[in-house]
């Protein structure tokens, strides 16, 4: 575990650069498509809420600032596969820069026992997975699919950076299904980072933002204000921003997963790594970094 201080002078330069930040009209994405625009980048807003999408970009474009926001709903393949389409078209067909923002809350219907329209147990209300899990799963395989498609032509290495949480290395007893849904955005970067490490055509690197309680719609004053009285700090929105920026412009930062507590940064995942031993036992570590290398997904192919 190592806390890192991020200056500005460590943010790569996003100037005439092509973002894309899906949960772009509020909150966390809100703080990095401004941080990202003010820097010079070219920015793609997408959200479902088109309202506030439309107001950010306008008030964007006045203050001089390149910006355009589509409507998208992260769960939904066909509206997001056109989102990507129209976000390419905006900006002249390159996107260089990807964020897998978009996300709600736990719907806290998991563990209540409630009846459906015949009076039946409902099902468990999925929502929370579809926009974080599904909604991660999609943005990543079209911003692999367009970084590839649009070879860079200058030295940039192209940067996808997803939003998991807090949750994602805890125990939620009260966010089942949110936790569930940001353990796995975790579990895809792991995979995602030695995808495109091996990349043949492009120079391609993922990476995590796990932020903390963070003052925004989906975390508001009274959360924020119940955190505080148990003394637990509360993020600004523009420092969780300042994370995700770091990692996406920054190669060498491949596989890594920022926390973000009390606007203080904190990079996991290689102390996790490190020291696997430890807490998963030598025998265990061994056999599954063993597994990890055996190709099970060719094996599969030959079968069929
Ligand atoms: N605020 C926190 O304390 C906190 C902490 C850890 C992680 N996060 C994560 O940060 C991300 C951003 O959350 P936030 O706090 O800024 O909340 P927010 O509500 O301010 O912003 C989330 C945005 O996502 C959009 N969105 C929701 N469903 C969508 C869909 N299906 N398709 C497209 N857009 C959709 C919303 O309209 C909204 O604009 C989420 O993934 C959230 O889980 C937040």
Redesign the pocket.
Known sequence: MSEITITDSMLGDVGGKVAIV??G?????EAIVTALADRGARVVI????TA?GQALEASLVASKREARFFE????DWPSIRAFFSSAADAFGGRIDLVFA????GERNTVWTDLLDEGGELAAPDFSVID??LR?AVYTSKLALHYFRKAPSTDAFDRGLVI?????SYNERPNLPLYSAA?HGVIGLMRALRHVVAADPVEKIHVGAIA????E????PSRAADAFRAQGIPVNT?SSVATAAIYLATNATTNGHALTILGDRFTEVEEAITRTQEQWYGQYNTDMARRAASVRLDMLSVIRE
């Open positions: 899906t949960g009209a509020s909150g966390i994405g997408g959200d479902v809420n506030a998208v709903d992260v769960t923002n978009a996300g709600i926009v974080s909604g939003t998991g949480s807090t949750s940001k932020p903390g309680g963070t925004t719609a989906l975390f929105a």
